[in-house]
């Protein structure tokens, strides 16, 4: 028998690699017990009665990308037995679990970064990298990744006029990745920082800037890239606000039941290119943003 549900016991969604919550994610937990929560670490790929918790909130659940079928088969089994408990909404998190995502989010005038989507149709031969790079005239070289994936996870950098020392790791790619591969054009402008917006509620919350380390394009922390807190235009919070609300309308959701989403993008032309939205498991930058963690805790337990 399932214990009574209590209004404020929270699941913090991990993953059972790395089952305890993140440093970061802490100061959330803190602000939470403080509104008189029950907080608990709880990985998505370990048993539990779900239905125990008032709130099942994603947060590092960051090896979803090697298991997407196992993981949209969770998300299916949270909505049946407690349907209205997961945040972000079930809709919003299977709809974002594959980056075709952005194919919606460009049928509704986001402007997102160039994409060439490639799949691997049964019985035909991967195309040609360098043919494909060419004919789009990307001459600063282009960026390989999975169609689903996280934290850079067999994401590469294809230097200009190399794509042929690649060819063979394209092919292994292709024929590894289910929904297809992404290749898009290296963005300059990455040197010159990735801004993330973080939205709560709907509401833009606080923006970091994100820095690869020299000699390397990927930002992640893992591959020595480094964060600073930043102000960003107001032009731009409207950029990344268009992007919530477009991703809304694509799931059928209400713009304040976001409860948590991160923007990322360069800026060019002053104008936000994304790159991402983050809606399942993005680093929050709480330890940048002093009162944030408080803020989504107070949506955690009123909603």
Known sequence: MSP??????????????????????????DALVARG?????????????????????????????????????????VKENHDGSLRNSPALVQWSVDKRYLLDLDARGIAIVPTIWVSAAEGSAAPDLDALIAAQGWTEGAVVKP????????????????????????????AASPTGVMVQPFLPEIRDGEWSLIFLGGEFSHAVVKRPADGDFRVQ????????????????????RAVLHAAARATDTRVEEILYARVDGIVRDAKLLLMELEVIEPTLFFSHAPGAAARMAELIVSQ
Do not use: K, M
Not at 4 to 29: E, Q
């Open 147 to 174: 169609a689903i994936s996280a934290t850079a996870h067999q994401t590469w950098l294809v230097e200009p006029r190399r794509a042929s020392e690649h060819q063979a790791r394209f092919e292994a790619l292709l």
């Open 221 to 240: 922390h893992d591959f020595g890239g480094t964060v600073e807190r930043r102000e960003p235009e107001p032009s731009l919070i409207e950029d990344a």
């Open 4 to 29: 009574p549900l209590s209004p404020n016991r929270v699941a913090l969604i991990t993953y059972s690699g790395v089952p305890a919550i993140t440093a970061d994610d802490r100061l959330l937990r």
């Open 37 to 77: 929560a029950q907080v608990e670490a709880r990985p998505w790929d370990a048993r539990a009665d779900w239905a125990s918790y008032h709130r099942i909130v994603l947060r590092s659940c960051w090896n979803f990308h090697h298991r997407p079928a196992e993981f949209l088969l969770w998300i299916d089994e």
